[in-house]
């Protein structure tokens, strides 16, 4: 089944305290990105990766790290987390990025709570 | 840069009524798409828009693409308690997507 998990898909956690989200794709698409949801903003893209290797900035960056060392991974990483970086966390992955003629497949979602 | 602005943001209708959520950027759009998310849920790809003046129906829905290929809108006929959820346009920008903020659709039995 063609899919997009991530894990863990809540986690509750203390300020300063380093965590990972996994996201793990098997549709052997180049593109994955990374959003989070906040109430009235919609989804806002975090980070992005065009393939192995290449990642770049999305709208809201600061906070974040990732890699993108195998095609189907794409971890999340805060290494120093605060309370403004509660939120819903989105995982997707599309096939290529030729002017976004594919649909996006998110994952199921993660809730992180800093506190 | 660009902007991706969706109203309303909350609609709440009776059911059999019609909703409409309109979706309008700063730039020509090469493409738009339109995604739900149902409650506690992970936005689900609907449909893409690629033309200008493009409809495309889906059941009793209704997606427009305007002629200047800056404005959308998702028009759901007499809407059902499955309609239920928030539904997301969203627009490329160089090489990420931008998203509206999404219209949040109740629907009273």
């Known amino acids: 089944e063609a899919q997009v998990t991530q894990n863990p898909r809540y986690l509750i956690t203390v300020t300063g305290k380093k965590l990972t989200v996994t996201c793990s794709q098997n549709m052997n698409h180049e593109y994955m990105s990374w959003y989070r949801q906040d109430p009235g903003l919609g989804l806002r893209q975090i980070y992005y990766?065009?393939?192995?290797?290449?990642?770049d900035k999305g709208d809201v960056p600061e906070g974040y790290k990732v890699s993108r060392k195998e095609k189907r991974n794409f971890p999340l990483i805060l290494e120093s987390p605060s309370p403004n970086q509660t939120s819903l966390y989105f995982c997707?992955?599309?096939?290529?990025?030729?002017?976004?003629?594919?649909?996006?497949?998110f994952g199921p979602g993660t809730r992180l709570t800093v506190l | 840069g660009q902007q991706v602005m969706q109203i309303p943001q909350y609609q709440h209708v009776q059911e059999g009524e019609d909703f409409t959520t309109y979706c309008n950027s700063s730039t020509t759009l090469s493409n738009i798409q339109w995604y739900k998310q149902r409650p506690g849920g992970h936005p689900v790809f609907l449909i893409q828009l690629v033309k200008s003046g493009e409809v495309k129906k889906q059941k009793r829905l209704t997606f427009q693409f305007g002629e200047a290929k800056k404005n959308s809108s998702l028009h759901i006929t007499a809407t059902q308690t499955t309609d239920v959820g928030t539904y997301f346009c969203a627009g490329p920008r160089n090489n990420d997507m931008r998203f509206g903020a999404g219209t949040r659709l109740t629907v009273k039995p």
């Open positions: 990766s065009m393939n192995v290797e290449v990642t």
């Open positions: 997707a992955s599309t096939k290529t990025l030729t002017g976004f003629t594919d649909t996006q497949y």
